[in-house]
């Protein structure tokens, strides 16, 4: 299917009903010549049970619950944040790490609690300090997993992003969504939310997933 879905669709729907991340895909996907649609656009579409117990599994349940259903070709993105010194959590449970419905805020503040609790030292280099006096808190990784399924054949297309960065105990910037405010990048010296939409696609767990998505796509 690879060939004939980049050839096949100008639009290609993204099984999400996240804006910040129909924003990443609708920049990234315009430079292919694409347009983006999402859930977003299909606001009666019910929510999707999320309870694959890994990002790759849950990709493929909203790609395959999305694309049966509209009958077309599907992307989906499962991602999150594994926070080292907290043995990986909130992992697959990040969109609802505060509990169901948790609002960005509510999950930022509980990762902050969930720190500021544990013994700080060892590995998570606690007592790092930035030049504006914020805190690194623990190492971290955003980790991105993209499913595209074709509903004609029953076939997934599948890879997975990362990227590796810390838990800061201040917000840098106010771009992006989810857990960007509290994500700093020590290789480039600014916070995931500092960043435009096209310097975030350059780094994040999701461009990098994108990028392999559309090599294989050009294979
Ligand atoms: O680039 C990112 N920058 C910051 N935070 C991020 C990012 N990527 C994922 N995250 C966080 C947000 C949410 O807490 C969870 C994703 O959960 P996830 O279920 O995949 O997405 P979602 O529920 O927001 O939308 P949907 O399932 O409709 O695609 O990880
Ligand atoms: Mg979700």
Known sequence: MANSFLAASDVVVVATK??????????????LGKQTSSLLDHADFPDIIEDGETFASNARIKAKTA???????????????????????????????????AKDADNNAKLLRELSRLETEGDNQANETLADGSKLLSGAQFVCALALYDPATGGFLETEGTVDGWITDKAHGSGGFGYDPLFWL??????????????KQRISHRGDALKKLIALLEQ
């Open 18 to 31: 996240n804006a910040g991340k129909v924003k990443e895909f609708a920049h990234a996907l315009s430079k």
């Open 67 to 101: 694309g049966d259903a509209l009958g077309v070709p599907v992307l989906a993105d499962d991602s999150g944040l594994r926070v080292h010194a907290l043995g990986g959590e909130p992992g697959v449970y990040s969109a609802r790490y505060a509990g169901e419905g």
């Open 186 to 199: 020590t290789s480039l010296g600014r916070g995931m939310a500092e960043l435009s939409t096209e310097e």
